[in-house]
């Protein structure tokens, strides 16, 4: 419910799942509800496969991506995907998000992946499990973990992120938004401008993640 407040969804877009990892279950927004309307008892709970454990609704058309990241992102509890203007139009533009400045180091040291768009085949086929995959395979490609970064931009469509719940999966979306858009103004006043040098990438995340980390009380 708090995409919309963010302003990161419009109308029914978006979802957010909450996995509970001793039981191998996660809990999804219904598809098509409006967020205004959600409760407890509206949600539905599946299994990592995309099977139905209880709800008397239908799941996110988007279920099967959460449960192929589940599966495969063994330590996360929460996923969230918005189609937020800034981050989509990176996703759309099939381009990294370039760390640019500090704000980006505070998060993460890498730029955000953007993952390729999917084959035809791929999309005739299983396209939300693909998706999963998709998502899977570009943080491979680039060498990343999902503790390495916790958001990406599916090619095409928009972002996914996640974190140890949905609450961090909702703020990491946030976040990513905020990022993108601060990198969409930067390429407007400055078409050449620069990575952010390594020091200062360094002394960022360090400052707020590292095991000397001082940021906070
Ligand atoms: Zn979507």
New binding site residues.
Partial sequence: MQLPQLGLVLFT??NVSAADRNLNVFAIKPSGVPYEDLTPQKMVVVDFDGNIVEGNLRPSS?TLTHAVLYKNFETIGGIA?T?STYATAWAQSLRDIPIYGTTHADHTTYDIPCAAPMNDEMIQGNYEYETGFQIINALKEKKLSYTDIEMVLVGN??PFTWGKDASKAVYNSAVLEEIAKMAFITETIKTDALRLKDALIKKHYERKHGKDSYYGQ
């Fill in positions: 877009f978006g988007d995907h189609h469509h928009a």
